[in-house]
Nanobody, 124 residues
Framework: QVQLVESGGGLVQAGGSLRLSCLAS????????LGWFRQAPGKEREFVAA????????YYGDSVKGRFTISRDNAKNTAYLEMNSLKPEDTAVYYC?????????????????WGQGTQVTVSS
C-alpha cells in the first residue's frame, strides 16, 4: 500500500513559480515511479511528468517541457514538481501518483495510488 499527500499549491501570477511536494508512505519509496497529473474543470486528466524509482529517468508532457522539473529525494520519501514560467492554462488540480512499471507512465489508469490533489491557480 502506498499513501501519497500533495502540498504546495496556491495562487500565483502568470510568469511566477511554485513547487509542489508529494510525501509518500507505505511501500519502499524507491521501488516505484512517481508521476504528476493535472485536471482542469471540464477537462480530462493530463499527464505532466514522471520520474523513475531511483530518479535516473524523467519524462515530461509536451505542454510543460522546459518549464517544469520533476525530482525526488528518496531519503525523505518526497517527490517534487518545480513549476516555472507558469501560464493561466496551467491552472488545475495537480495529483501525484505511483506506478510500478515505467512502461505506463503516461497512462493514468495504470497508476495504483493517488494523492488527494492540490489546487494551482495562475492568474493573468
Amino acid at each position: 500500500q502506498v499513501q501519497l499527500v500533495e502540498s504546495g499549491g496556491g495562487l500565483v501570477q502568470a510568469g511566477g513559480s511554485l513547487r509542489l511536494s508529494c510525501l509518500a508512505s507505505g511501500r519502499t519509496f524507491s521501488s516505484y515511479a512517481l508521476g504528476w497529473f493535472r485536471q482542469a474543470p471540464g477537462k480530462e486528466r493530463e499527464f505532466v511528468a514522471a520520474i523513475s524509482g531511483k530518479g535516473l529517468m524523467r519524462y515530461y508532457g509536451d505542454s510543460v517541457k522546459g518549464r517544469f522539473t520533476i525530482s525526488r529525494d528518496n531519503a525523505k520519501n518526497t517527490a517534487y514538481l518545480e513549476m516555472n514560467s507558469l501560464k493561466p492554462e496551467d491552472t488545475a488540480v495537480y495529483y501525484c501518483a505511483a506506478v510500478f512499471s515505467w512502461d505506463y507512465i503516461t497512462i493514468a489508469d495504470r497508476y495504483t495510488a493517488w494523492g488527494q490533489g492540490t489546487q494551482v491557480t495562475v492568474s493573468s
